[in-house]
T-cell receptor
Framework: GENVEQHPSTLSVQEGDSAVIKCTYSDSASNYFPWYKQELGKGPQLIIDIRSNVGEKKDQRIAVTLNKTAKHFSLHITETQPEDSAVYFCAASRGGGGADGLTFGKGTHLIIQP | DAGITQSPRHKVTETGTPVTLRCHQTENHRYMYWYRQDPGHGLRLIHYSYGVKDTDKGEVSDGYSVSRSKTEDFLLTLESATSSQTSVYFC????????????FGPGTRLTVL
């Protein structure tokens, strides 16, 4: 089955700086790559996603890049703010009729230092 | 939480007792999922459903069963709870399957003593 590795497990950056979280996946058939943000005591919330026919996607301060050849994708957050502090998860799915759900990385705890 | 509720939100039970967790959605989404979240493991898929009475196993299905008799409800049952099933359980829904956006519920924290 799919295996998703996520690094780093903890990332501390100064407010206003950029943060980058990286993930690799093992199944070349995976074609959907979402990123989730989880705040303490809450369920994960989708912040951005990318499909395998696209190399990069941007939404305001957040961007995701995908390298299918190397089987890795990354989350970029620019101009970080205190409210960006949370745990971030990457995930992968290959879809298909009746196929299983998302395979998640183990998460990155992002800390924004004032 | 995209019209998803989970009940109960917290539960403490003893080893060997049966436990049922409920996920209810008001979005009329076809696909529903149960994940568990444990420190150091991220979220792992337990079971999923692709329609009423249509379910299948995920990565960590041993010790769990599910049922879906209505579009809006997806039940997760631990027939005989064990301490290894202490976890936070999340339900998720999607409209068109695993490559469509999945929306997560608020979670149920289960402690098995």
């Amino acid at each position: 089955g799919e295996n998703v590795e996520q690094h780093p497990s903890t990332l501390s950056v100064q407010e206003g700086d950029s943060a980058v979280i990286k993930c690799t996946y093992s199944d070349s058939a995976s074609n959907y790559f979402p990123w989730y943000k989880q705040e303490l005591g809450k369920g994960p919330q989708l912040i951005i996603d990318i499909r395998s026919n696209v190399g990069e996607k941007k939404d305001q301060r957040i961007a995701v890049t995908l390298n299918k050849t190397a089987k890795h994708f990354s989350l970029h957050i620019t101009e970080t703010q205190p409210e960006d502090s949370a745990v971030y998860f990457c995930a992968a799915s290959r879809g298909g009729g009746g196929a299983d759900g998302l395979t998640f990385g183990k998460g990155t705890h992002l800390i924004i230092q004032p | 939480d995209a019209g998803i509720t989970q009940s109960p939100r917290h539960k403490v039970t003893e080893t060997g007792t049966p436990v049922t967790l409920r996920c209810h959605q008001t979005e009329n989404h076809r696909y529903m999922y149960w994940y568990r979240q444990d420190p150091g493991h991220g979220l792992r898929l337990i079971h999923y459903s692709y329609g009423v009475k249509d379910t299948d196993k995920g990565e960590v299905s041993d010790g769990y069963s599910v049922s879906r008799s209505k579009t809006e409800d997806f039940l997760l049952t631990l027939e005989s709870a064990t301490s290894s099933q202490t976890s936070v359980y999340f339900c998720a829904i999607s409209l068109q399957g695993p490559t469509d956006t999945q929306y997560f519920g608020p979670g149920t924290r289960l402690t098995v003593l």
